[in-house]
């Protein structure tokens, strides 16, 4: 099966429509949620066009060769695994609609993945990065306010997106956050309210599009910044500060935790600033702390 076909043209891809239908509307998962299941389950449904095999009668067996016919392709033990999850929670829909007797997917073993800590910056790469915008114009001083606020919160690239003016208490000193269902109140440092104060009374006031535009930070066409947009923010200063690590936006929030975390923050109160709904999830930073103390000592250490 070198080609696959289109999947739609599958007679029974009225389940895949109904699950898409679902995991918006009743499970209200995020875009991209919703995007990479159904990316992974067009991308099966097509496989099995190409088997003359219908979704609802797929087998254990074929849910196993498509596993195998994955990692022949080259696919990495991650995106196997994630396939996985997507088909299995596919069939446990069509269970739910009484279009299943048994779940295909059921214990089906793939190759597991080897759990990578997440990379971080030194506190003098970050320094680093953050001096590069020059405030000397607009898009300068937009820019140093938006990497230093990514640094003294930890927010999602998302998050600082979607701030509008009236989430930041200058006087207070903090911004309000809402992800994944949850308000949170987030402190900022000194240096981090001082160029947000002065982007939102100085800059922000001529980049914007209309008088009514709530965004707190807005492209060159003075309308709410995208995640994209962002995206090439991070990668353009990154080339200028000549640091060797592949940058984005989430490193910045990785090692807003870590630093935090090096210097005696509790987890449960850097848990609360992530906004992870589960500890475990913050956990891997103490792992990450570890790493980095153990590689401190081998490399100092007289004796290592």
Request: charged fraction near 25%; proline fraction near 4%; charge should be neutral.
């Amino acid at each position: 099966m070198n080609r696959l076909a289109n999947w739609k043209d599958i007679p029974m891809a009225n389940i895949i429509s109904r699950y898409e239908e679902y995991l918006v509307h009743v499970k209200h998962a995020s875009d991209n949620t919703v995007s990479s299941y159904m990316r992974d389950i067009r991308q099966y449904a097509s496989y099995l066009l190409s088997a003359g095999v219908e979704v609802l009668d797929a087998t254990q067996q074929t849910v196993s060769d498509y596993m195998t016919w994955l990692h022949d392709q080259g696919k990495s033990p991650a995106t196997i695994s994630r396939s996985l999850a997507s088909l299995k929670s596919l069939y446990i829909f069509a269970l739910s609609e009484d279009e299943l007797d048994a779940n295909p997917v059921t214990n089906i073993k793939v190759e597991k993945t080897e759990k990578k800590l997440p990379q971080i910056l030194t506190g003098k790469e970050v320094e680093l990065l953050l001096q590069q915008p020059k405030r000397g114009d607009m898009k300068g001083c937009r820019d140093k306010a938006m990497l230093e606020v990514l640094y003294a919160t930890g927010i999602r690239v998302s998050e600082l997106i979607g701030l509008n003016v009236d989430d930041v208490s200058i006087a207070g000193g903090f911004l309000r956050c809402e992800g994944g269902g949850k308000m949170r109140i987030i402190p900022l440092y000194p240096e981090a309210l001082q160029v947000l104060h002065d982007y939102i009374t100085n800059i922000r006031p001529k980049m914007i599009a209309s008088p009514t535009e709530q965004s707190l930070f807005v492209n060159v066409s003075g309308e709410r910044m995208s995640r994209q947009g962002f995206w090439k923010i991070i990668k353009y200063y990154q080339e200028k500060a000549q640091i060797d690590k592949d940058i984005t936006p989430h490193t910045l929030r990785h090692s807003f935790a870590a630093h935090l975390l090096e210097n005696g923050a509790d987890l449960h109160a850097i848990q609360e600033m992530l906004g992870h709904s589960d500890i475990s999830s913050t956990q891997v930073y103490a792992q990450l702390v570890k790493q980095n103390l153990k590689a401190v000592y081998n490399k100092y250490h007289p004796k290592a």
